[in-house]
């Protein structure tokens, strides 16, 4: 075996051990972050300042560039759907296009993008900066527990975000819909109102609602996990990039599966 293959065997080894390494550290936050909430003393060791600073900033502040986002999203879904649909005689499922399109996939993904580049990002930096100016090792050294101090208000806020984003994106994304439908297409919109909600089932919005809170979770773990690896101030960029990469790349795996699986379940 020559000595290239020798070195790329031992790197992907490595590179293949690390990813364990971290794929094992964050589900073990995860999990000490959810049996913080499942214990009373956690419960009411929560901040409830601290979860409203969270809800203020990933949920209220995200509100035009996700409803910016949702409109386009929607408009344009509208024109494609009004437009190409009534030539091959389906014209009747622009309801259903918006519901399939919005609701079930559009809605959950482009609002954890926002929220990815948004608060997750800076959740990182925050953090990172807290473990450089030994803020974390502060508060451990007078006995409070940094995940339920710090992780587990930050983990309720981000996941009631993703929720009611979600639920934003997706009024605003049909609205803008409809607004096509009814300027472009020439559809009255209390028909385009009814198509659309004759086309959406609860099982629509469950799916919906679970993909916005398990995503919502998975970037607040996953932001908190690299913040705490930051040991200088020249980590700090490193572990923001880290953030993204991983809970984008998360994010697109679990959507999949739950996608297949939503569709398997159906079938």
Do not use: W
């Amino acid at each position: 075996m020559s000595n290239f293959a020798n070195v790329f065997i031992r790197h992907l080894g490595k590179k293949t051990i690390h990813s364990f390494g971290t794929l094992g550290g964050i589900v073990g936050l995860y999990l000490d972050t959810l049996a913080g909430f499942l214990s009373k003393r956690g419960r009411r060791s929560i901040s409830s300042k601290q979860i409203i600073d969270q809800l203020l900033f990933t949920g209220v502040d995200a509100l035009f560039p996700v409803g910016l986002i949702a409109f386009s999203c929607g408009m344009i879904i509208a024109i494609q759907a009004t437009t190409s649909m009534p030539q091959f005689g389906v014209g009747d499922y622009f309801g259903k296009v918006m519901v399939i399109a919005l609701v079930r996939e559009l809605g959950p993904f482009f609002t954890s993008l926002v929220v990815i580049g948004r608060s997750g990002a800076a959740l990182a930096a925050y953090i990172g900066n807290m473990k450089v100016t030994k803020e974390i090792a502060s508060l451990e050294s007078m006995g409070i527990d940094f995940i339920h101090f710090q992780i587990m208000p930050t983990f309720a806020g981000m996941v009631l975000s993703m929720f009611c984003l979600n639920l934003y994106f997706d009024l605003v994304g049909v609205l803008g819909g409809l607004a096509v439908a009814d300027s472009i297409a020439g559809e009255s919109f209390i028909s385009s109102v009814q198509n659309v909600l004759n086309a959406l089932y609860f099982r629509d919005i469950i799916s919906s609602m679970l993909k916005s809170v398990f995503f919502g979770s998975v970037i607040a773990i996953i932001s908190c996990y690299h913040g705490l690896l930051v040991d200088n101030i020249r980590m700090v960029p490193r572990a923001v990039f880290r953030t993204v990469v991983g809970a984008l790349g998360t994010t697109i795996l679990v959507n999949m599966i739950a996608t297949v699986l939503f569709y398997v379940v159906l079938s």
